[in-house]
């Protein structure tokens, strides 16, 4: 079954400390890749995709994230972490048909991140 | 607990036909609604949102419009579809300081 694995509910890193965020994701096609954030009472903010080419993609705000296909896995990282990247954050995988059509997305349950000062 | 139902899954409509997609929110109350759509070799976009009866926010102009006629009922429409149109629709919804609940989606197929 397709499916996406978020396994840390909650992650809690001092500001400027580094921070990974892991993904694992079930998919029979291949995967496209996607991780977005999202602040309380707001809508989601696309950070970065995956869909060919080089696995290690960089995304807004600093932050980057590593495609593994033998490790089925697609995580997060930013080497240093500001109070105002405290959010909700949720990856997601999906695949373009054939043709250029639109592909369904699956998301994870999210991982939400607490700073401390 | 909270469920989210968005339908149909599938639709497929012919060029110049009416939308109506829908999407309603169960076991919470004033919930932000949000209407997304996935482009072509994009990540998600941000159609309409909602925090409250009537109160429809456009995040960018479209051959869409979005309705909240209920407090937990958010309905994407369209008068004439185009070719364009077809995409991935998800309904999402959130508290003001809760995390995003995703729908199934709605694939649409415009042909």
């Known amino acids: 079954a397709q499916s996406v694995t978020q396994p840390d509910i909650h992650i809690t890193v001092s500001e400027g400390a580094s921070l990974e965020l892991r993904c694992n994701y079930s998919y029979g096609a291949t995967p496209y890749l996607f991780w977005y954030v999202q602040s309380p009472g707001q809508g989601l903010q696309l950070l970065l995709k995956y869909f060919s080419g080089d696995t290690l993609v960089q995304g807004i705000k600093g932050f980057e994230a590593e495609f593994k296909r033998s490790q089925s896995s697609f995580n997060l990282r930013k080497p240093s972490v500001h109070w105002s990247d405290a959010a909700e954050y949720f990856c997601?995988?999906?695949?373009?048909?054939?043709?250029?059509?639109?592909?369904?997305?699956?998301f994870g349950k999210g991982t939400k991140l607490s700073v401390k000062p | 607990s909270q469920t989210i139902h968005q339908w149909p899954a599938t639709l497929v409509q012919p060029v110049g036909s009416p939308l109506s997609l829908e999407c309603t929110v169960e076991?919470?109350?004033?919930?932000?609604l949000y209407w997304y759509r996935q482009a072509a070799g994009r990540g998600l976009q941000l159609l309409f949102y909602s925090v409250g009866i009537g109160q429809i926010s456009s995040e960018v102009p479209q051959n869409l419009s979005a309705s909240r006629p209920q407090d937990r009922q958010f309905i994407l429409s369209s008068k004439k579809l185009l070719l364009s149109d077809s995409g991935f629709y998800l309904c999402?919804?959130?508290?003001?300081?809760?995390?995003?609940?995703f729908g199934q989606g709605t694939r649409l197929t415009v042909v």
């Open positions: 076991g919470t109350s004033n919930p932000n």
């Open positions: 997601a995988v999906g695949a373009m048909d054939y043709g250029g059509s639109q592909g369904n997305l699956i």
């Open positions: 999402a919804w959130s508290g003001t300081s809760t995390k995003a609940f």
